[in-house]
């Protein structure tokens, strides 16, 4: 994941063909201007589960009693209703972090699920734009574009960019940038 990364303590396995990350339960907390939380401590599955970047990904299966859990009370509803949506209100979920916004884009065009309409509010939010232009490196945010044109819909996620005003800033064809 990067060295400023390294503290999360993140593990990755694949099984069977199948792709798992392992993390432990933690709370973070921002306090700078960057996208990777300054302050991370060992949380609860509650804490854990609500500073997610999607309902579906706040998500855990209990193996102890063979069942989802949904601490969030909105991952299975998502789930069912083939929505991307974030836990907590998405304009502060996307200024802590912008690239969750090209992760739930990535989802979107992956599973062709609807976008919940706060996230393009969020999304057209010109600090949002700010924000990614300021806290995500360009490789990053190559990274996150490559993965959107590795799903099944690449021209989905082409179209949500442009629906969220993004376009330009993932694709800069100009020196420019905006400001808050």
């Known amino acids: 994941k990067g060295q400023k990364a390294d503290h999360l303590q993140t593990a990755s396995l694949c099984i069977n063909g199948f792709d798992l990350d392992f993390v432990r339960l933690r709370n973070e907390r921002y306090t700078g201007d960057e996208r ?25 299966y209990n193996i102890n009693i063979n069942q989802v859990e ?5 991952g299975l509803q998502d789930l069912r209703q083939r ?8 304009l502060p979920t996307f200024l802590e972090d912008p690239t969750r916004l090209l992760r739930a884009i990535r989802f979107a065009a992956q599973l062709g699920w609807t976008v919940d309409p706060r996230l393009f509010r969020a999304a057209s939010d010109l600090r949002v734009r700010y924000a990614m232009q300021t806290k995500v490196s360009r490789d990053v945010i190559g990274k996150g574009i490559d993965a ?30 905006v400001s808050p």
């Not at 060992?42 to 854990?48: K, L, N, P, T």
């Not at 949904?70 to 909105?74: H, Y």
């Not at 929505?83 to 998405?90: K, L, Y």
């Open 148 to 177: 959107c044109f590795a799903t099944r819909d690449p021209s989905r996620a082409i179209k949500l960019l442009l629906a969220t005003n993004l376009i330009d800033v993932t694709f800069p064809l100009g020196d420019y940038s």
């Open 83 to 90: 929505n991307i949506a974030t836990p907590r209100p998405a």
């Open 36 to 60: 990777i939380p300054d302050k991370v401590d060992v949380g609860s599955i509650v804490e854990d589960a609500w500073r997610r970047d999607l309902t579906i990904n706040a998500l855990y």
């Open 70 to 74: 949904d601490w969030t009370e909105q």
